[in-house]
């Protein structure tokens, strides 16, 4: 899996293909009846996407990680933002 470091996305993000294969989440789910948030983009753009979330527990370097993501249909399998940024404060 690869993942991209964002320490300026205020969401840890799973794709939402990802999240199905790992079996984190169902294609079955009817996302509306999650709540929604508005993302903001680097290029100031923003769209407002369902609140699903999924928790995944992963390993860099042998620190083990239990983190909430947002599901959202991304090109990235993996995106670690803030939330896991704080995390990793803990370890360093």
Avoid: C, H, M
């Amino acid at each position: 899996i690869q993942a991209l470091l964002d320490s300026g996305s205020q969401y840890n993000v799973i794709s939402t293909a990802l999240a199905e294969k790992l079996s984190l989440i169902s294609s079955s789910d009817d996302i509306s009846k999650f709540p929604t948030t508005t993302l903001k983009f680097g290029n100031q753009s923003t769209q407002i996407v369902p609140l699903r979330r999924a928790d995944l527990k992963f390993s860099i370097d042998s620190v083990e990680f239990l983190d909430s993501f947002l599901v959202y249909d991304t090109s990235k399998q993996l995106l670690l933002g803030a939330p896991w940024y704080q995390k990793l404060n803990r370890y360093t």
